[in-house]
């Protein structure tokens, strides 16, 4: 049994937050959360995330280390009009192509600001500046878009508008086998099945196996979470492992 | 005016957040805004947050990278008593040294255990296995120890846990000059503000200066922060700003 790691149809990828606000505990993310979600539910594959201050030399770094290793990259943050947004020019250093105004970003931006009497500024001009090569993602809130370029996925910060641009990218992703999970909840320590459960685990090397500790008002207790993209490898571990915490005793009141 | 970070006497942190459950969606992390506040609160500039799933290779590169970075690594996660539990084994790997069951630990672990009435299994013994050299991080809720080893902070994953852990390695951990913040609310979109804040933070290079945007009931507005370690220069920038926007009828009511 191959771990789904291994499969080449197995489609990876990382998440890079961007913002000085997150680091200085300003702002509490919350966009890795949702981003996990939705990728997991797709079947792609969240290896890494992370998170960087508004400094061109530590995107740039991250976003090259990144891309490189996996499938896909998120980029969060750093795409609004003010000085400290830099998130597309790091991207246009990272791939070394130019960066300058875009025309279809324009066209998407010009009626929304229009339709509101705000003025196109030329700190508004800066969010429709992209990097040469790359495709928008629509913004149905705020219009000004995020982009792709190459497996990069640029995406704005605030999380209405990072959600919005996420359902419009997708479509678009290759996506892979869609990683399942059975969660089994356990009315005992983790201290007292982790010889079990770590058998379990040697037993079935292909199911991803984590026990996770809850404090609940009767005492410590645990749930184990099995995951794995073959339902029938799955179901089959699963019920081994509740067979046998039911004949100890040891499964939790559903 | 020098920035904060030239100084001497900068000190700078990453976080290492350890954990398959936060990469799949399943938990969502809480533990980088709460260190992110502690740190900033005391002076620690925290620099860089990564989340990396529980392989081997993967944490000891990210604790390889991070630790010759900055002043101090935090890692959550990764402690408990299970065989997905592997971090004290792969900061071991990173620096190099043996692991084993360090009696200090038992000593910590043995009368709480007792007290319980649960036995010490083997997989409880692997929450006493320390690298060696580590000095031990007392917790005060669940007993098993967490660690640092040289300038590795090894802390808990459950966030209360953790939180205990922070606040008694805190201490003996070299701190900075704090980071001060001032704040104010604007009642235009930041795209009105950018050019003249972009012009304020040009004329104020030691100060760091960020906009955040919101939506209200009102329609969009944003934040401006400004950041210095410095009371005086934080305050004079924060003024003349203040004073700028009131002019033209930029600010908020409070």
Redesign the interface.
């Known amino acids: 049994m191959s771990k789904p790691e291994d499969r080449p149809d197995h489609v990876t990828a990382a998440i890079l937050?961007i913002?000085?606000?997150?680091?200085?505990?300003?702002?509490?993310?919350r966009n890795?959360?949702h981003i996990?979600?939705v990728?997991?539910a797709v079947g792609i594959d969240?290896?890494?995330?992370?998170?960087?201050?508004?400094v061109t030399e530590?995107i740039v770094a991250a976003v090259d280390a990144l891309r490189r290793r996996y499938t896909y990259l998120f980029t969060t943050g750093g795409i609004?009009?003010?000085?400290?947004d830099i998130t597309a020019d790091a991207i246009a250093a990272a791939f070394g192509v130019p960066i300058d105004v875009d025309e279809r970003a324009l066209a998407l931006m010009r009626p929304h600001y229009e339709r509101r009497g705000?003025p196109l500024?030329?700190?508004?001009l800066?969010?429709a500046r992209l990097p040469k090569g790359s495709e928008l993602i629509e913004n149905s809130i705020?219009a000004a878009p995020g982009f792709r370029l190459e497996n990069v996925v640029v995406l704005a910060g605030?999380p209405?508008v990072m959600q919005v641009m996420l359902d419009a990218v997708l479509p678009s992703l290759k996506t892979g086998r869609r990683?399942l999970?059975q969660a089994i909840d356990v009315n005992v320590?983790?201290?007292?099945?982790?010889?079990l459960?770590?058998a379990h685990?040697s037993a079935y090397p292909d199911v991803?196996?984590?026990?996770?500790?809850s404090?609940s008002a009767t005492g410590?207790r645990c749930q184990l979470?099995l995951?794995s993209t073959e339902p029938a490898r799955l179901e089959e571990a699963s019920a081994s492992l509740r067979e046998t915490l039911a004949g100890l005793g040891y499964l939790a009141a559903p």
């Open positions: 937050v913002g000085d606000e997150i680091l200085s505990g300003r702002t509490k993310d890795v959360g996990a979600d990728l997991t969240l290896r890494e995330v992370r998170i960087v201050a508004d530590d609004g009009p003010t000085h400290d705000l500024t030329p700190s508004r800066r969010m705020s605030v209405s990683m999970s320590p983790e201290g007292d099945i982790a010889d459960f770590a685990q991803s196996m984590g026990s996770y500790p404090f410590l979470v995951r």
